[in-house]
């Protein structure tokens, strides 16, 4: 029987343990040098965003494009006012758009896919890896997920194969998606945006203290929590190479929209209500809380008045870095969960923010549509390197490659109970 002493010196230890097998399964074959290097540049450009954005200020005034002051307004009317029919022509126009690029670039052809439900409930009853849905000639057959060579024995996947089989209800390897991927959803969001910003515009009113505290949470909290959490949710959960594409998708949509902000600067709203619309916009100007500055009164601080006060960029209306990167966070989601819930969540997130940037008078319509756009394009841009990283990850799996085809959770708890938790195919 072990000593009190022995059981205490064990216990002690457990917290360790732990964390060395955090650190071993984030390093994953890699040294603590190239770590540190890796998310440096896998999240290089959010920084070079990040950079732009901080020290926008140093720019001469003299060298900056004059700034539109009612540009926004009257587009947001004839785009958005459902009393006019340019507004119906848009509405028209954005559910055309968004099948067009649902028909070119989201579409997945009949013979290309298998249905997923059907798959997944076929090869859990199959002890075999013969997976129709695998159509490549550079791997060899395998029945129970070992390597080709025979070399790698370990057991972590190979002795799990069972549920590890429901990976094959994804798609073929020229389309491969994770399960239950909702990849078609940056298409219904873009087809239902103009439905969607005028019920957030029609619900502005009437101004509340309750109303100014939970815009304020989406606008402040949300814009900053929602991303960073997904991003952990990607790295923990998810094949590796979600998050490298989710900040090269932040990054790049964020970049072209912090350049549009210096090379087309635009008044928002709180402008024209501060000014009027026929007031000249200069660069002096400071900058402007709005209906932030409700909710410091009701908070008692003056947070959101000091840093908006300070902001390098004024008059950067259009588009919304809010609404980029909230749809981009919805995009990832709803393209990697398996679950329903997180997906409906994020969409209500979305729906939420742009009504909070509405209500506090930072963006126009047009705005959160433009923001929505950018996101769209970055995201069907790389879309196709998300395939490629997933048919990798499943590759490795069939290999019993447990390094290359887990993920970081599954790797911190491997050959426990909780290693299926972490299992996107589970």
Not at 186 to 209: E, G, Q, R, Y
Not at 257 to 263: P, R
């Amino acid at each position: 029987m072990a000593s009190p002493v022995s059981t205490i010196t064990q216990l002690a230890l457990v917290p360790y343990r732990f964390l060395l097998q955090v650190v071993l399964s984030c390093l994953n074959e890699r040294n603590l040098i190239t770590l540190p290097v890796n998310f440096f540049v896998n999240f290089s450009p959010v920084f070079i965003w990040l950079m732009i954005f901080k020290n926008a200020g140093i720019i001469p005034h003299e060298w900056r494009p004059p700034i539109h002051v009612r540009l926004m307004k009257n587009l947001d009317e004839m785009i958005f006012s459902i009393n006019t029919v340019s507004a119906w022509i848009s509405c028209l126009l954005s559910i055309s758009i968004a099948s067009l690029v649902y028909d070119y670039m989201y579409r997945l052809k009949p013979e290309d896919t298998r249905n997923q439900a059907d798959t997944v409930k076929d090869d859990l009853t199959d002890d075999s890896f013969d997976l129709d849905v695998f159509v490549i000639d550079d791997i060899q057959e395998s029945t129970k997920g070992e390597s080709e060579d025979g070399n790698n024995t370990d057991s972590s996947i190979s002795s799990r194969s069972e549920p590890v089989d429901s990976f094959v209800g994804a798609r073929k390897v020229n389309v491969y998606m994770p399960l239950n991927c909702w990849y078609w959803m940056p298409c219904v969001i873009f087809a239902m945006s103009w439905i969607i910003l005028n019920f957030d515009h029609w619900m502005v009113t009437p101004l509340t203290k309750p109303k100014d505290l939970f815009a304020w949470s989406l606008y402040v909290l949300g814009h900053f929590f929602v991303p960073l959490f997904t991003a952990i949710w990607l790295y923990v959960f998810h094949t590796p190479g979600a998050l490298k594409y989710y900040s090269l998708c932040l990054g790049l949509q964020n970049i072209a929209g912090v350049i549009t902000h210096l090379c087309f600067p635009n008044a928002p709203p709180w402008f024209i209500t501060l000014y009027g619309e026929n007031a000249s916009a200069n660069y002096e100007m400071p900058g402007y809380a709005a209906g932030l500055i409700r909710a410091d009164m009701a908070m008692g601080s003056h947070l959101s008045s000091d840093g908006f006060h300070l902001s390098p960029i004024v008059f950067g209306a259009c588009p919304s870095i809010h609404s980029a990167m909230a749809t981009m966070s919805c995009y990832f989601v709803c393209y990697y969960s398996r679950w329903v819930l997180p997906k409906i969540l994020l969409l209500i997130f979305v729906t939420c923010l742009w009504w909070s940037t509405i209500y506090l008078d930072h963006h126009w319509r047009i705005d959160l549509s433009v923001g929505m756009a950018y996101s769209l394009i970055a995201f069907t841009f790389l879309k196709g390197r998300l395939m490629k990283k997933e048919f990798d990850f499943v590759t490795a799996r069939r290999k019993g490659d447990f390094s290359k085809g887990s993920t970081v959770g599954m790797r911190v708890f491997q050959g426990t109970f909780l290693q299926d938790f972490f299992d996107p195919y589970s």
